[in-house]
């Protein structure tokens, strides 16, 4: 489904991404480990045409969407991104924030987009705060509505970058809880995660990242089991260290 070859991306004149390539199966989870700066969250933003590569290409189903003539907002439309914070609008409910890009984006009648937005909020178990405001929820709750808000466009790949670094420790399982179950639905994932067990459970590959490269990639138990790098293994190590692995 997805392919990226040779990407690179520069801040400044300083490389952050220097030569990434990966292929992403449909259906298939891709988990991205590795310390903050090693360029998780900027391959990501690229992939999601919200950063230009200064170099390489991605494809998406087939079609180059790093190519000038892409039409990004296009793009965007197959491909679902959740960051660190939850970005809801404040003055906005819970339901009119999940319908707002079906309505303006993808031009579904009102009523769809409501029993879309009321079925996949019922399915988080948010259905009864439909009517709230943001701010009335907890932040596991709003990390699941920024989730359903990306899901109800249906598309073809979702971003998750760091969806659980700011929430408080017991609200972490919960999110955590509904990414294992968009897995078992069969959804096509990137994920950067400092969620090492999390990312062990749930990915079918994970990615070694440092110094804006792919040191290492392989299925968890590989990676995290017998890591051939000694960079991933050191990593993997202050990992274990600090009661993290």
Excluded: W
């Amino acid at each position: 489904m997805l392919r990226i070859d040779g990407v690179h991306k520069l801040f400044n004149g300083n490389p952050v991404l220097r030569g990434v390539s990966l292929d992403v199966a449909e259906h298939e989870v891709v988990a991205l480990i590795g310390a903050s700066g090693s360029g998780k969250s900027t391959l990501l933003r690229c992939v999601n045409l919200l950063e230009q590569v200064d170099d390489g290409t991605i494809h998406l189903d087939g079609e180059d969407i790093t190519d000038p003539r892409a039409d990004p907002d296009q793009v965007r439309r197959r491909i679902g991104i959740v960051f660190q914070a939850f970005n809801l609008f404040p003055h906005l409910s819970v339901l009119d924030n999940v319908m707002l890009a079906p309505l303006r984006v993808h031009k579904l009648p009102r009523e769809k987009a409501r029993a879309r937005a009321l079925t996949l909020l019922d399915r988080v178990g948010l259905a009864e705060k439909a009517g709230a405001y943001p701010d009335r929820l907890s932040g596991g709750q709003q990390q699941r509505v920024a989730i359903v808000r990306a899901l109800v466009n249906e598309p073809r790949l979702l971003l998750l970058d760091e969806v659980t670094s700011a929430l408080d420790p017991e609200l972490v399982g919960e999110v955590l809880a509904l990414i294992r179950d968009l897995k078992g639905d069969g959804v096509t994932m990137i994920l950067a995660t400092h969620e090492m067990s999390f990312a062990r459970q749930v990915a079918d590959r994970v990615c070694f990242l440092d110094g804006g490269l792919i040191v290492e990639q392989g299925p968890p138990e590989q990676v995290f089991g017998a890591p051939r790098e000694a960079r991933t293994r050191q990593f993997l190590q202050r990992i274990t260290d600090a009661g993290r692995l």
